[in-house]
């Protein structure tokens, strides 16, 4: 089966009632001048950080790399840190927040005021958690002021759910929890007719082979915007076990899964990066410029594949110890970044498997190497344009 | 404009660093660690043949100072010993109990 000859189907996205959706790609185009200014040699805002408000979770994913992510301390993020966080941020030209990383960030006290405040000040926030502790009155305060909120679920059935994301498969009281608050989100967007955009995903491992269609059939029952499988990350050395060469064997499986796909949801595929079996094109680094890290235990680092002690030389700074806009326009964030674009770096070697940049350094190796050029957009904007 | 090197190499080792022992390897590079005091919180324990090295540290080193103290050590000793080292500190757990279940290990 030859996939790669639809690439450019992926970067123009998928269409949905409500606009293009691309996550199988990047959204470089649509930011043009950080790409012109980078290429001269600026001192660049990301457009997105990713991010955590904690590194504290209740779920113990089998498939979770936060796993491999400790760093040396973990500060204890206040609500006042994280609020002047987002006013560095918007001073700086950060144009979206997605908080994801290493951490469920729904525990944190600073969650709701972080996702109001965001909104408030005009930069775009997007979440992704387990959905367990996200009860209707969490709903009701956030929903309305986020983009996207993307539920992890490992699986279509209760007892896999629990088995992968919990204690085991006769925990199943975490599957009907996250999917009794998932059915409440989607309830009230229809209510409010809300913008955000609701999706569930799926960590595919070899061994979760049997959940692919169970895990479409129920993106579709729950009437959310989309269900997306992607591949599972690993780092350089193994740890988490990922076998690669076994994805190959899961093709067929996943091709029939898009086709559960209807009018209302839509089940997507992160072919680029399941193809690439977790060996990228490009050496260096480039994608931290434009989409920054931050772990929940505060460290800003270019990158979740440095968050751990292992990779101390590429750390930066903690926002709850210095302000970010310091740690930005620091000699450390240049000299990091500088580090990371140049040969001393290679990104096939020395960092974990397809990282959240990926799309992105793929994009921006690709245009320096004349491979296939950034242009400016010429299309419409499509959802969640500031999550790259 | 950027400086263009996405078609580098990354450096590899010489020769030499490849010959040596990991015994001899950790003791020139121990012995370049004690000649700056700014560095002697750093002791190599792990010298491949790739020219990745691992150091312990004695103290800890706040986030806004560790990333430039320690490329500032990579530089010395690709200056001093071999081109292709790459240093890299001794990886930390995950501190999840409930992760740590999961009886996930990581190694140096």
Same mark, same amino acid.
Do not use: A, N, R
């Given at each position: 089966m030859t996939l790669k000859k639809n690439y450019l189907d992926k970067i123009q996205g998928i269409d949905t009632p409500e606009g293009k959706l691309i996550l199988d790609s990047h959204k470089l185009s649509y930011h043009h001048d950080r790409v012109e200014a980078w290429e001269n040699g600026e001192l660049i805002a990301p457009v997105s950080v990713d991010m955590a408000l904690t590194r504290a979770c209740g779920a113990m994913c089998s498939f979770c790399y936060a796993m491999v992510q400790e760093p040396q301390e973990r500060a204890s993020i206040k609500t006042q840190d994280a609020l002047n966080l987002l006013d560095d941020f918007k001073e700086i030209g950060v144009r979206g927040v997605s908080l994801?990383? !290493?951490? %469920? &960030?729904?525990? &944190? =006290?600073a969650y709701v005021p972080f996702i109001q405040h965001a909104a408030n000040i005009g930069i775009d926030v997007g979440n992704a958690t387990n959905g367990w502790e996200w009860e209707p009155e969490k709903i009701e305060q956030v929903l309305p002021s986020l983009s996207w909120v993307r539920f992890t679920v490992a699986a279509g059935t209760p007892e896999a759910y629990s088995k992968i994301m919990f204690k085991g498969t006769e925990h199943t009281k975490v599957f009907h929890r996250a999917m009794s608050n998932i059915k409440y989100a989607v309830e009230l967007k229809k209510r409010l007719n809300l913008k955000v955009t609701l999706g569930i995903q799926m960590v595919l491992l070899p061994e979760f082979k049997d959940e692919i269609i169970p895990f479409s059939k129920l993106a579709v029952d729950l009437g959310v915007d989309y269900g997306v499988i992607k591949h599972c990350s690993d780092d350089e050395l193994g740890t988490l076990g990922v !076998? $690669?060469? =076994? $994805? %190959? !064997?899961?093709y067929d499986l996943l091709a029939q899964a898009e086709h559960l796909s209807n009018e209302k949801t839509k089940i997507i595929i992160k072919w680029s990066k399941i193809e690439d079996k977790g060996i990228p094109t490009y050496n260096r680094f480039y994608g931290p410029q434009f989409l920054l890290q931050i772990s929940g235990s505060g460290l800003v680092a270019p990158s979740g594949m440095f968050f751990n002690a292992r990779y101390s030389k590429f750390h930066i700074g903690n926002f709850a110890e210095d302000r970010f806009k310091d740690i930005f326009y620091s000699k450390r964030y240049k000299t990091i970044m500088d580090y990371l674009a140049s040969p001393y770096f290679d990104a096939q070697t020395m960092m974990g498997t397809l990282p959240i940049q990926h799309y992105v350094s793929e994009a921006l190796d690709n245009h320096l190497k004349g491979v296939a050029k950034i242009s400016p957009a010429s299309s419409p904007d499509p959802l969640h344009k500031n999550f790259l | 404009m950027i400086n263009n090197y996405s078609n580098s190499k990354t450096p590899t080792p010489n020769k030499e660093w490849v010959a040596k022992s990991e015994i001899v390897r950790l003791e020139e590079i121990n012995t370049q660690l004690k000649k700056d005091k700014a560095f002697d919180i750093f002791l190599a324990i792990n010298a491949q043949d790739s020219g990745q090295v691992v150091i312990s540290i004695n103290k800890a080193i706040p986030a806004n100072e560790r990333g430039l103290m320690l490329l500032e050590l990579e530089k010395k000793l690709k200056l001093s010993i071999d081109e292709s080292i790459t240093i890299w500190c001794e990886p930390v757990g995950d501190r999840s109990t409930l992760r740590n279940l999961r009886g996930v290990k990581i190694s140096i």
């Open positions: 994801i990383s !290493d951490g %469920e &960030s729904t525990l &944190s =006290k !076998d $690669y060469s =076994k $994805y %190959e !064997d899961m | -």
